[in-house]
C-alpha cells in the first residue's frame, strides 16, 4: 500500500513520510482527536499477507505497548484500514543513533549518558519478561536534548520464567536474509547464543548494547566482516 499525503487512517491524517521502521513504513501523522503530533507505522499490504509477518507487527503493539518508561517508545493506538494494519505511537522529532555515528566518533560524555538511557530502557523491559533481540543503532531514537528511545519491537519475546524461556523454539529474526540458512536478522549485532539459532534470553540484548557501545566510541562494529556469515562465525 502506498500512502499519500493528506490520506486518512480514522482520526489520523497523514502529513510527511519520516521513513522505513523495521517492516513498516513510518509517516509523520496529526491525530485529529488529540490535536497532536504522532507515528503512524504502517505494514505494506505485500508483508500484512505475511501471515507471519502480520503476527511480528501485532508482537511489536503489544510488547511496546505494555512497557511505561521514558526510554521506551510509547505506542498509542493500533487498528487497520481495510487489510492495512497500523500502529500509532509517539513521535520522536529526532535522529536514529546510526544517522549519529555517520557524523563520526560520538564524545564520551555523550556515550555514557545515551548508554545509561539503553540500559535503563532495557532494564524496564526485561524486569517486565520481555527481550527485545532486535537491539541495534536503527533502532534507537536520539531527540535535540539527548533523551533516547529505544524502538522497533518486532522482534519481542515475552519469556514469563525460566523454564518457558527454555521450552521456546528459536525465532527468526526479521530485517536481511543472511547467507546462513535460516537466520534473518542484522548479524553484527546478535549474541553468539543468536548467532548459533539457539534459545536467548535478556542477556543477548546486554550483549548487543555492549557491541553499540563500543561502536560510539570507536567508530567501528566490533564483529562485521566482509559477509553476514563471517559475521557470525566471528561473532560465535
Given at each position: 500500500m502506498t500512502v499519500s499525503v493528506g490520506s486518512r487512517f480514522g482520526a489520523y491524517e497523514v502529513l510527511s513520510p519520516l521513513g522505513s521502521g523495521g517492516m513498516g513504513e513510518v509517516y509523520r501523522a496529526l491525530d485529529t482527536r488529540l490535536g497532536r503530533m504522532v507515528a503512524l507505522k504502517v505494514l505494506p499490504d505485500a508483508l500484512a499477507a505475511?501471515?507471519?509477518?502480520l503476527a511480528r507487527f501485532e508482537r511489536e503493539a503489544r510488547a511496546a505497548s505494555a512497557l511505561n518508561h521514558p526510554n521506551i517508545i510509547t505506542i498509542h493506538d493500533i487498528g487497520s484500514l481495510g487489510s492495512t494494519p497500523f500502529i500509532i505511537m509517539e513521535l520522536v522529532e529526532g535522529k536514529t543513533l546510526r544517522e549519529l555515528l555517520a557524523g563520526g566518533l560520538i564524545p564520551v560524555r555523550e556515550t555514557v549518558a545515551m548508554a545509561a538511557q539503553m540500559a535503563a530502557g532495557l532494564g524496564r523491559m526485561h524486569e517486565a519478561g520481555i527481550i527485545h533481540r532486535d537491539l541495534k543503532?536503527?533502532?534507537?531514537?536520539v531527540n535535540a536534548e539527548g533523551l533516547v528511545k529505544l524502538m522497533d519491537f518486532g522482534l519481542a519475546k515475552l519469556v514469563l520464567d525460566a523454564s518457558s524461556a527454555n521450552s521456546e523454539l528459536p525465532t527468526l529474526t526479521q530485517t536481511e536474509l543472511t547467507e546462513a540458512g535460516n537466520l534473518l536478522g542484522t548479524p553484527a549485532y546478535m549474541s553468539p547464543e543468536q548467532a548459533r539459532g539457539k534459545v536467548v534470553d535478556f542477556r543477548s540484548?546486554?550483549?548487543?548494547?555492549?557491541?553499540?557501545?563500543?561502536?560510539?566510541?570507536?567508530?567501528k562494529p566490533v564483529f562485521r566482516r566482509a559477509t553476514p556469515v563471517q559475521t557470525l562465525l566471528a561473532i560465535v
Open positions: 505475511d501471515a507471519e509477518r543503532p536503527e533502532n534507537v531514537m540484548d546486554q550483549f548487543a548494547l555492549g557491541l553499540i557501545v563500543h561502536e560510539m566510541l570507536t567508530g
